[in-house]
């Protein structure tokens, strides 16, 4: 198994850009999310699903969207990059009662 | 303030032993994780705990929970240096996020090892 795996590794956007980062599981986890973290910080929610179909807000949603069309996949979508989105943003996946496991993060920079 | 709260960092000697220390404020919390994180590298579960439990043991790794004064703490027997990381602690809350438990997150902690 791969586990949970982000593409792409590093991203550099000009303001105003969009992208899209992937997020794909191996593991038929039902709950999937997505963090950010910035430096000297801890991690922040984003988004979460619960289920192929089904999305929510977490802490931090403002500027971003995420869908989750299958079970694998949850990408998460800028559509304005702005330079608060600099950050490393981390995908996550658990299944019931389990802990999450992280991918490696994706290293976004807005210039 | 921070629901989650840890020290900043944390020196020990290479073969002491490294206590990392978490205080948490939501009673509602049902896990609580100790994850690693390695320079430029994701996050490594280490180990959690559920909250009726005091104590869990894994092998170096020694897991404290005091409900009451809802604070966690970590204790790494024989430290070494590829202990080095930053270590951050977790809550999962039950019913946040719809049930879905997404994790709060402290800032971490830097533990530094000394030779």
């Known amino acids: 198994n791969a586990g949970v795996t982000q593409t792409p590794k590093f991203r550099i956007l000009k303001i105003g850009q969009s992208m899209t980062l992937q997020c794909t599981q191996d593991?038929?986890?039902?709950?999937m999310y997505w963090y950010r973290q910035d430096p000297g910080m801890g991690l922040k929610l984003i988004y979460y699903?619960?289920?192929?179909?089904?999305?929510d807000k977490g802490e931090v949603p403002n500027g971003y969207n995420v869908s989750r069309s299958t079970t694998e996949d949850f990408p998460l979508r800028l559509e304005l990059a702005a330079p608060s989105q600099t950050s490393v943003y981390f995908c996550?996946?658990?299944?019931?009662?389990?802990?999450?496991?992280f991918g490696d993060g994706t290293r976004l920079s807005i210039l | 303030g921070e629901d989650v709260e840890q020290s900043l960092f944390l020196s020990v000697r290479e073969g002491d032993s490294s206590v990392i220390n978490c205080t948490y404020t939501d009673s509602s919390s049902t896990y609580l994780y100790w994850y690693k994180q390695e320079p430029g590298a994701g996050l490594q579960l280490l180990t959690y705990i559920f909250s009726n439990m005091d104590m869990k043991q894994d092998q170096r790794l020694t897991v404290l929970l005091n409900k009451k004064d809802k604070h966690l703490s970590l204790r790494i027997a024989d430290t070494q240096t590829g202990d080095s990381a930053i270590y951050f602690c977790?809550?999962?809350?039950f019913g946040s996020g719809g049930g879905a438990d997404g994790l709060t997150f402290g800032k971490g902690t830097h533990l530094i090892i000394q030779p």
């Open positions: 699903s619960v289920g192929a179909g089904i999305t």
């Open positions: 593991m038929n986890h039902n709950y």
């Open positions: 996550a996946s658990r299944d019931s009662n389990q802990p999450q496991h």
């Open positions: 977790a809550e999962a809350r």
